[in-house]
C-alpha cells in the first residue's frame, strides 16, 4: 500500500488541484507565449494631409514582428514592429518614388522603421497603452499605440493555428524625425496617422 503524502506535500498538492478547478481545463495551462505577426495578415497604412484639401491614404506592403502576450493576465510587452520603407505605396507612382527619396523616408539609407515597447498598460478588458519607441530617419522618439485585442482562438482556416487579432492607432510629428519637406508651406501635414491591423500566431 502507498504511503500518504506528507502533509505539506499533501496541502501544495490540494491547493493546486483547487486552483486547477478553478480555473477550468482551458486556463489552467495559460502563461506569456511569444505571438509572431503573420506576414500575410499585416496591414500598415497611414493618413497625411494634402495642402488641406484631403488626406493622402498609404500603406506599407512589407511589415512583420513579435510580441509576448498572457491572455490570462493581461500582460503584454516584448512588442517590435518592423515595417519596410521600400514598400511605401500611395497608388501614385510618382508620389510613391518622391516618398522613397530622401525628402521624406530615405528608404535607400534607412529601409527599416521600427517600433519597440518593453511593455504596456492595460486600460480596459480588451484595450491596452502600449508606450514605446519609433525608430525613423536614424532617429528615435516616443510613440503610444492604442491597441485593440479583437478576438483569440484557432483558425478556422489553419487548425493547428492559434491566433489574436489586433487593430492598433498611433500619430507622430514627420517633423520631430527631421523630415521637414512640405510643412513650412503647407503643402504636406506634419501630423502622420497610423493605422495597423493584424493577426498573429502564438509560437
Known sequence: MTPPLPSPTRRAFGAGLLGWIALGPGTAFAAPARYEIDPEHISV?????????????????????????????????EVRIEVDTRSVFSNHVKRDQHLQSADFLNAAEFPRMVFTAVRATRIAERHFAIAGALELLGRSQPLVLQATWNKSGLSPIAKSSYVMGVSARGSFLRSAYGMNYGV????????VQLIIEFEAIRQ
Open 184 to 191: 513650412g508651406n503647407g503643402w504636406v501635414g506634419d501630423e
Open 45 to 77: 497604412g497611414f493618413l497625411v494631409e494634402h495642402i488641406g484639401y484631403a488626406r493622402v491614404l498609404g500603406m506599407f506592403r512589407a511589415a512583420r514582428g513579435s510580441f509576448r502576450f498572457d491572455e490570462a493576465s493581461g500582460e503584454l510587452g
